[in-house]
């Protein structure tokens, strides 16, 4: 039988006969089949296929399921009646797989916190590192101004920022925010020193960190210069043309006064110019007097810590270890002084002959100064064509970045030689103490549980600023990635469910 | 239990099950669903499932007394071992008491609990894969005795199972659970006029695999 010979197609006198058609049509049907014994022939080959599906009978229920009503409502599902006032969304999870996924959740949380928290705090340190740098520059910046302005630097950090009352005075000058003034700045503390005897003419800045853990790892110095080191190291010419100068003036105020050696730069040429380093290592009975014996020594030398990192481990020795910065005609008294904290374990000195190295830049200097007056020579009285003007004009911007890297170069060189550096280590002799006064249990629990607060709030911070900083992007991700994969994770649903429908 | 029921809820009592074997059913004859809990006796399936979820255990008696055998029957038909049916009944009622404030009468009860029972059919599979394939635990083979009393039933389950699955399953669940084309495309997540079409082959193949059967019958008759 086919739909061209048929009114109606095999298919739709079996949904007749399953009650699935409209009553009219059905009607039609029905009519039809009283006519067609084809029809009615295809329509009985589908009652007795009905017939015989029905053969496939299964055993009565057991009584045993019974118990299920028999059973108190509480027994399962958590009890209907309690599980109804619950009103829970989540009712239709057993309570291993609520636990299974709590713990998945929680998991998949801290995973992401500590694949994040590092980075995070890696970033927040190097933040809070280039926080420090822009600081000291700012400061060194508000010095010269302060100095221009009141004839001597700043006796204190506080005369940095603004005033308590009225307009800017000496006493706060409000060259740069009150934060910085205040001397705790993104993690960093700072500590602004002018020396006594020196005080207008010379300044040490220091840049430690609060938390060597979590808020910076490096410390950073600078001084009336402008130069700035972290750790004792060099970090890069940043040397402002005002603040090169006055240092220039404040190290020939320094000479001045006895403590730099050699008048000027003809002065150093008489005589062989040495940059000196030496390394020292020195172990003292009582480690607090060595530091305060260290301070006194470089107050009274006029030296400076570039940097200064002191550890103090649980149950051994305390160490320090510092950079420091000497006028280098002090160096043999401060060396002394420094021999005489404790026992002396080992000494470096090396001395680098920087004479020839600085004739030649002052040679070149020189020259380049003499090229540059040529030049401007040159431009001043020839006259030319335009193209050879502007080709003048360039050729003396270029000779006068040279000079100026060169007069940089010769400062670097001549504060190397005018300040020798100590690299010091003082360590504490440790003596084992039979009756070490170990905290109170009421004290290691005061502790445990102040770290335990701060290390959550650390903690709870970290996954703030984390959820911060990279929400926006993993919400973006979820909406590219999560929508398509979410329609393909349906659709593989609903193969599976068909599939599944093959049995085991 | 004698609340109304909201305008959109649909009532089971409205449609047909009856086997094709009988007379095309009637789209407006009610069909006697009615068991043994006094006042919950003439109640539709989801009226019964919102008193149910009200409170009542009236209610939730009266719907396990109306489709215990049918879940039973669904299960035996699917799994290989009674046992296993009789557990997954089990469970299958459960499921219905701890979704049942979930429950919105958006579709027949019927519906909903045969979903129910094909999500726990799926989960039991899946199981049994798993245990096959990791633990070594091989499927209990079915004894037919415990299923089919008879060999012409015997013939019927061999022939249904040689049915591509999809088919195999949409003919199951008209023949044996005497579902609509509706529910069964609900269930099973496709359109309904695919659900009315493989029907269709899938009844056609059985009868070709049934003649067989149905000669060799004849033959032996007297």
């Keep these: 039988m086919n739909s061209t010979t048929h009114e109606f197609p095999s298919e739709e006198v079996m949904a007749f006969l399953d009650g699935e058609l409209l009553p009219e049509r059905a009607a039609a049907i029905a009519a039809h089949l009283k006519t067609c014994s084809e029809c009615s022939s295809v329509a009985s080959g589908f009652r007795v296929l009905s017939g015989q599906t029905a053969t496939w009978r299964v055993e009565r229920v057991p009584q045993s399921l019974d118990r299920i009503v028999t059973l108190p409502r509480t027994d399962e599902g958590r009890g209907t009646r309690s599980f109804f006032r619950s009103g829970s969304h989540w009712g239709f999870l057993s309570p291993f797989r609520r636990i299974i996924i709590a713990v998945s959740g929680v998991g998949a949380l801290l995973l992401l916190f500590a694949i994040g928290a590092p980075n995070l705090l890696r970033s927040r340190i190097a933040a809070n590192e280039s926080s420090a740098v822009g600081s000291l520059r700012t400061l060194n910046t508000a010095a010269v101004t302060y100095r221009d302005t009141y004839g001597h630097y700043p006796p204190s950090l506080r005369s940095f920022g603004p005033a308590t009352r009225g307009k800017p005075n000496e006493e706060g000058a409000d060259l740069v925010d009150p934060v910085l003034a205040s001397g705790r700045k993104s993690g960093y503390l700072f500590t602004y020193r002018a020396y006594p005897g020196f005080r207008d003419e010379t300044y040490t800045i220091q840049a430690d960190p609060l938390d060597l853990r979590s808020s910076g790892v490096r410390h950073f110095s600078t001084d009336q210069t402008g130069v700035l080191y972290a750790n004792g ?272 | 239990m004698q609340d109304a029921l909201p305008a959109f809820v649909l009532n089971s009592e409205t449609l047909p099950r009856k086997p094709m074997s009988e007379a095309p059913a009637n789209q407006t004859e009610s069909s006697p669903q009615a068991g043994p809990q006094g006042q919950a006796r003439g109640l539709s399936d989801e009226r019964l499932m919102l008193a149910f979820t009200q409170g009542s255990s009236e209610a939730f008696t009266e719907l396990f007394q109306r489709y215990k055998q049918p879940v039973y029957g669904f299960f035996c038909r699917r799994v290989s071992n009674p046992a296993n049916a009789e557990e997954l009944t089990q469970e299958t009622f459960f499921a219905l008491l701890r979704a049942a404030s979930r429950y919105e009468p958006r579709a027949l009860f019927r519906t909903y609990l045969y979903a129910i029972g094909f999500k726990i059919l799926r989960a039991h599979r899946r199981k049994t894969a798993f245990r096959a394939a990791f633990l070594g635990q091989r499927n209990s083979v079915p004894d037919a005795s415990k299923h089919d009393a008879t060999e012409s039933g015997l013939w019927v389950r061999h022939a249904v199972e040689k049915l591509e699955p999809v088919d195999r399953e949409i003919v199951m669940l008209r023949e044996f659970e005497q579902l609509s084309y509706v529910e069964i495309a609900d269930l099973l997540q496709l359109p309904l006029n695919t659900v009315r079409s493989r029907l269709f082959r899938a009844r056609t193949a059985l009868r070709e695999l049934l003649e067989p059967t149905q000669q060799e019958t004849t033959r032996n008759k007297p």
């Design chain 1, 233 to 504: 190291v060099e970090l890069g010419g940043y040397a402002p043309a005002e603040i090169s100068h006055s240092a220039e003036g404040d190290a020939a105020s320094l000479r001045s006064r006895g403590v730099l050696a050699g008048g000027d730069s003809s002065a150093r040429l008489d005589g062989p110019m040495i940059a000196r380093a030496v390394s020292l290592s020195i172990m003292v009975k009582d480690f607090d007097a060595g530091r305060a014996s260290l301070d006194a020594i470089l107050a009274r030398r006029n030296g400076y810590a570039a940097s200064l990192r002191v550890s103090t481990p649980q149950g051994s020795a305390r160490a320090l270890e510092a950079s420091l910065r000497v006028p280098a005609p002090q160096l043999v008294a401060t060396l002394e002084e420094l021999k005489s904290l404790g026992r002396v374990e080992g000494e470096t000195q090396t001395g680098e002959e920087v004479t020839q190295q600085h004739s030649d830049l002052v040679a070149r200097l020189k020259n380049s100064q003499e090229t540059e007056l040529r030049l401007q020579d040159v431009l001043r009285t020839r006259t030319g064509k335009v193209k050879d003007v502007l080709e003048v004009e360039e050729e003396i911007a270029r000779v006068r970045g040279e000079i100026e890297q060169m007069e940089a170069e010769q400062k670097t060189l001549e504060h190397r030689v005018d300040f020798a550096t100590i690299d010091l280590k003082l360590a504490e002799e440790y003596k084992a103490q039979l009756n070490t006064p170990a905290p109170s249990v009421l004290m290691q629990l005061r502790n445990a549980a102040v770290d335990g607060f701060r290390n959550a709030f650390e903690s709870l911070l970290a996954l703030v600023l984390f959820l911060a900083e990279s929400g926006p992007s993993l919400l973006l991700w979820l909406a590219l990635l999560g929508i398509p994969a979410w329609r393909l994770w349906r659709r593989f649903r609903r193969a599976q469910s068909l599939g599944s429908l093959a049995g085991a």
